[in-house]
């Protein structure tokens, strides 16, 4: 097999999906398993892809595969091109093999579900899109992935159809979305106005020559993109409502791979983020505003689901602080996405193991006791609790580490908040932990907590001993800084102080949120949530997000929408009673020979067209 | 006195080019057949001869412009009144392909008891004994197959039009019939007889300002001609005052026909009130040939001025977008947000026309702005008869029910329906793979290499906004619980079949390989004069 046939890695699940949606009931049989076999195959020949390259020496491990040429216009070509290279097998592996995990979970927890063979073919769709855009070699192209993957993600949130919630849970996340995407559109608007192409090499290579305001403003760009798609502050509010989704949907989608797009993004868009300091800045302000606020909300949320959601946000932030730093944390932001797709997919098929026995309860403090029920779950999840802590030897002490690591190497603020969030997720994530599987038991009579099927534990099982040993990507010789360096660069930079004792201070940070969670913690816990100060409330509501853009952007638009259609249907007609006042009559004279509303149709065109000429006049003369 | 009494020796008869002009011709010709059908032919069989006829003349006028466009030669044809360039003919192109796909569903008679969406007699009073009468002994307005025509033809000849009076008689030609074809709705007759009335006392009015605003041009340059207003503009000889005002006045009448705020106030009641297979047409095609003049006229005669009347197409633009957008969101009823969803439209379009990326500019990109309006309208027209198609098959005892309440849970009744419908909207919204997306990409780069950069990201906001009502439409759709009371959907005959079928054909194709179609708008090239 050659990189010719990467284009397969794409159409395998695309294909999958097409016969599950189109071929309709006749599927249903069958049609799970076939939309689990499509993931497997584009990761065994990822694999292959992966082992191949990794026999190539490092300068020959890119390689473009153009399929076909899209559109040409004069100038503008763009060719429908695939790129291969370290960055992109590393997601293509992430994608395909924890999409392949969570699809053979989906089987068992989806068993009842009617509409199972759709959501297998959403699901395909998903991962079809998502290979799409980590494997295009064109701005442009990635954009239709970004779609692709943005329309899938709204199919699935919305996907129990007969919850309300869900489908303005989807609505709000397409929405939101949206906005995120009127970044990365401008941008790639921009590069054809600058470079005259959108594919990645020609932006690479035009990158240094590009002056600063538009390189600002091309950071800027993509970085909103980066933040509709990836959850960060200010377009966060979505995420947490994109819970509705059933649970698979929330540790693929929401937790593993496309919430991280924004962060390949940045990442892939290095040579212009390294030709632009504001805009790299504003990359690391949003990354720990997000890792913060995000860490604030999980402290608050009695949902489960949300608790995590939140832990993502904050988690997605960590990436995006280190992206923003520059060469120093390109590697590392990369690492920890990495990691981060194994710790947190586990940790959310755990939490939909533990609803899938609870009756699809998600309020944690209906739990409790959970521990002696379902063996196998609580160990797992106490895995990804461990790993996304930051405790050695699991996945997340190493990349974590490095961040905080190359964060107080750049500016002592920006450490001290990434020390300052470390510290808070292990309190969060104790409380969940505590919430859940310890204590006494809260649930009701008629609910019967047990262990899952098989066919949900083992991908708890593999994604499990992937969060303990995923760490062995750095520790073992540095292996994948050497991978990506070709690509993204790096530099070694050194904190203030030594590696060692940065470890060890946050570590007693981790530890001090732990302690601080068992003390609040380890008494009974209420059914019902107590008030809880402000603070708590604060937290509660998402930091007031919700709150805010109602009021900076809903209702303005609101009283917008309102004016608009007030002035289209009675504005005019208001103009003509206050001017016939004024004239005397006149134009209610005038009004007897016509009925309807013609007249003050043909009113506005009279003021558009004098507005018009006087528009012209007015150019002309001044 | 000599000069009444000139000898026949001296009159040369106007040189006209048959060839050239023969798509024309055949239109016209066949709409006039058409009637005499009507005089001479027994009722029973004249739908069918009708059809005929009318499939015939397009598809080979279709036939004869693809051969012009191949053969590629642009000229000026009877004596520089009509121009047969690049642009004019892809105009053909699009809009005769559309006008078959209405002119299916003017036939489609399947899905209202085997009577078509037109009224059996115009005059018989709405409710009257005439009008069961009528409907009872199965009467038609076959006239509405040479009325098409003769709207076809004037809008073929008004997006051709290289004169200011050619181009007032052809839009005239194509107006008229349309007022016609508003009213005659069978169901809902006294909306559609409202809505008649006021595109026909809106139009009148509007046309008085074109014409005013041609007297004005004719004063300023000494002839009606497109190239001659040019020459005398480059010369600089004249009145700039009366030149202002005339642009303005002449721009007033292409704009309330383009649907540009604040010329638009006509769209939602008569999108409303028209049959719907009347609104497809209108919308589809009124908008092209409107468009493709509105830029003639722009760019030919007056692109030397463009510099003073460029300002004030950014403001229209960016009203356009922003109340088109904005104002669909409240509305309730499908074809009332369809209407301002093509606001929102003309609104696109306008960006890339006042963006002026011309050939030679300069420019670092290769899309014009020609090229892309070009592009933009096939990739608008195809999804837009669409859905108003499909419009037409979501029914309930009344006729169709279009308010927005009554399409909740459509998914569930009919997943192929609603699916389809979805899509088109997917369309309008600008999603990737769709027709619509590659549309807004051509528009929006033409504007922004054009240095129209703002006006793009306020196109790029408005079509955020759009994006949020075709969302709700889909949600509505989708995810809302069927009532006891929905309507029913329509089994269509073979025309409406073939009319979605033939939009959504063309939706996907043009967003997958949009590559054949982009190349046909640049091979058009440029305007000539």
């Not at chain 1, 040579?271 to 997000?290: H, K, L, N, R, W």
């Not at chain 2, 392909?97 to 399947?110: T, W, Y």
């Not at chain 2, 014409?211 to 010369?235: P, V």
Request: proline share 4%; charged share 10%; hydrophobic share 55%.
């Amino acid at each position: 097999m050659s990189h010719e046939l990467t284009w397969l890695l794409v159409a395998v699940p695309a294909l999958s999906a097409a016969i599950l949606l189109l071929g309709g009931k006749a599927t249903n049989a069958w049609g799970h398993l076939l939309g689990t076999l499509a993931p497997v195959i584009s990761f065994a020949f990822g694999v292959v892809l992966f082992f191949q390259m990794r026999g190539q020496a490092s300068e020959e491990r890119s390689e473009t595969v153009r399929l076909f040429e899209w559109f040409s216009v004069g100038q503008i070509k763009v060719d429908f091109t695939l790129l291969i290279d370290p960055l992109s097998i590393l997601f293509v592996l992430l994608i395909t093999g924890v999409g392949s995990l969570i699809h053979i979970y989906s089987i068992g927890y989806m068993e009842h579900d009617p509409r199972r063979r759709r959501f297998f073919g959403y699901l395909n769709l998903f991962i079809a899109a998502m290979l799409l855009l980590v494997l295009a070699a064109d701005y442009l192209l990635v954009f239709v992935g970004w779609e692709g993957v943005g329309l899938a993600s709204y199919l699935l949130i919305g996907f129990w159809q007969h919850k309300n919630s869900a489908a303005v849970a989807a609505k709000k996340a397409f929405v939101v979305n949206r906005v995120g995407d009127i970044g990365l559109s401008l941008a790639v608007m921009s590069m054809w106005a600058l470079f005259g192409s959108s594919a990645f090499a020609t932006v690479n290579a035009g990158a240094e020559h590009v002056s600063s305001t538009w390189a600002t403003l091309l950071g800027l760009m993509l970085l909103l993109a980066a933040c509709g798609k990836s959850a960060q502050v200010p377009l966060q509010s979505w995420l947490l409502d994109a819970m509705e989704g059933p649970t698979p949907v929330s540790a693929l989608i929401h937790a593993a791979t496309m919430v991280t797009a924004g962060v390949y993004l940045v990442v892939r868009s290095h040579a212009i983020y390294e030709v632009t300091d504001a805009a790299s800045t504003a990359v690391v302000i949003v990354g720990t505003v997000t890792a913060l606020a995000g860490a604030i909300i999980g402290c608050a949320k009695d949902d489960i689901k949300k608790a995590l959601a939140g832990s993502t946000m904050s988690q997605i932030g960590y990436m995006m602080l280190a992206a923003g730093l520059g060469p120093a944390g390109y590697v590392f932001a990369i690492f920890h996405l990495l990691t981060h797709g194994f710790f947190k997919a586990n940790m959310f098929l755990g939490a939909g193991s533990v609803m899938h026995g609870m009756n699809d309860d998600v309020n944690m403090r209906h739990y409790g006791a959970l521990r002696t029920p379902m063996k196998i779950t609580f160990a797992t999840f106490a895995f990804g609790y461990l790993a996304i802590l930051g405790i050695p030897p699991f996945a997340g002490f190493f990349s974590k580490d490095k961040i905080i690591e190359a964060a107080f190497a750049d500016n002592t603020v920006i450490g001290l908040c990434a020390l300052l969030g470390a510290g808070i997720t292990a309190f969060y994530m104790t409380r969940v932990m505590l919430m859940t599987f310890f204590g006494k038991k809260r649930w009701a009579d008629d609910v019967h907590p047990h262990e899952s099927p098989a066919v949900m534990t083992w991908p708890l099982i593999i994604l499990a001993a992937l969060s303990l040993g995923g760490g062995a990507l750095y520790f073992a010789g540095h292996w994948i800084v050497d991978w990506l360096e070709p690509i993204v660069g790096h530099e070694e930079e050194h904190p203030p102080v030594s590696a060692l004792v940065m470890t060890l201070i946050t570590l007693a940070v981790v530890a001090v949120g732990i302690v601080i969670a068992v003390l609040k913690y380890r008494r009974d816990i209420p059914r019902e949530a107590p008030a809880g100060s402000p603070v708590t409330v604060f937290a509660r509501r998402d930091l007031y997000g919700d709150a805010l853009n109602e009021a900076v952007l809903m209702r303005p638009g609101q009283y917008l929408t309102r004016t608009l259609v007030w002035l289209d249907n009675r504005g005019v007609d208001g103009l003509v009673n206050g001017l016939a006042a004024l004239f005397g009559g006149l134009s209610g004279r005038l009004r007897r020979f016509q009925t309807g509303f013609v007249r003050s149709y043909a009113l506005s065109m009279v003021f558009g067209a004098a507005f018009v000429v006087v528009a012209l006049l007015a150019v002309r003369l001044s | 006195m000599s000069a009444m009494l000139l000898p026949l020796a001296d009159f040369t008869a106007p040189k006209i080019e048959y060839n050239e002009l023969a798509p024309l011709l055949v239109v016209f010709g066949a709409a006039c057949v058409g009637v005499l059908v009507e005089a001479f032919l027994p009722r029973p069989l004249r739908h069918l001869v009708q059809l005929a006829i009318t499939v015939v003349a397009v598809v080979v006028s279709g036939v004869l412009t693809g051969i012009l466009m191949n053969g590629k030669k642009e000229l000026l044809a009877a004596q520089g009144a009509i121009s047969v360039d690049g642009p004019a003919l892809f105009t053909w192109l699009i809009l005769l392909a559309l006008s078959l796909i209405s002119v299916l569903l003017f036939a489609e008679r399947s899905i209202d008891g085997g009577l078509s969406a037109f009224a059996g007699q115009a005059a018989a009073v709405p409710g009257s004994e005439a009008e069961r009468e009528g409907t009872a002994a199965r009467i038609e307005h076959t006239e509405i197959f040479p009325l098409t025509l003769f709207a076809v033809g004037g809008m073929m000849l008004f997006a051709a039009s290289n004169d200011l009076l050619v181009l007032f008689v052809a839009l005239e030609v194509f107006s008229l019939p349309l007022y016609l074809l508003c009213g005659l709705a069978r169901r809902r007759r006294l909306i559609s007889q409202e809505a008649a009335m006021k595109y026909f006392l809106l139009g009148a009015f509007s046309s008085a300002f074109l014409l005013f605003g041609i007297a004005l041009l004719y004063g300023y340059a000494g002839t009606m001609s497109l190239g001659g207003i040019a020459d005398a503009l480059s010369s600089d000889t004249g009145s700039d005052t009366i030149l202002l005002a005339g642009t303005g006045l002449l721009g007033v009448g292409l704009l309330f026909k383009v649907g540009g705020v604040p010329f638009h106030s006509w769209t939602p009641d008569v999108y409303q009130g028209a049959p719907t297979p009347v609104t497809g047409f209108m919308a589809a095609c009124t908008k092209i040939a409107a468009f493709v003049g509105l830029m003639r006229v722009f760019y030919v005669a007056l692109g030397g001025s463009r510099w003073d009347w460029a300002p004030m197409m950014w403001i229209i633009a960016i009203l356009t977008m922003v109340v088109g957008s904005i104002v669909a969101i409240t509305q309730t009823d499908v074809k009332r947000m369809l209407a301002y969803s093509s606001i929102a439209h003309a609104g696109f379009l306008l960006t890339a026309f006042v963006g002026l990326a011309q050939a030679g500019s300069g420019v670092h990109n290769g899309i014009t702005s020609t090229q892309a309006v070009l592009f933009y309208l096939v990739s608008y027209g195809f999804p837009t008869i669409g859905a108003f198609a499909v419009v037409t098959l979501v029914r309930d005892a009344g006729g169709e029910a279009t308010h927005l309440s009554r399409w909740a849970g459509l998914g569930k009744k009919s997943p192929l329906l609603a699916g389809i419908f979805a899509f088109f909207l997917l369309s309008f919204a600008g999603i990737p793979l769709t027709a619509g997306f590659t549309g807004k990409w051509a528009v929006f780069s033409a504007a922004w290499t054009g240095g129209a950069w703002p006006l793009v990201v306020v196109a790029v906001l408005s079509s955020l906004v759009a994006a949020f009502f075709y969302v709700r439409v889909i949600v509505l759709m989708f995810f809302s619980d069927l009532p006891a009371d929905a309507p029913d959907v329509a089994l269509p005959g073979w025309q409406t079949t073939s009319a979605v079928a033939l939009g959504l054909a063309a939706t996907v194709v043009l967003g997958l390989v949009p590559g054949p179609v982009l190349d046909l708008a640049a091979r058009a090239g440029e305007f000539i004069r």
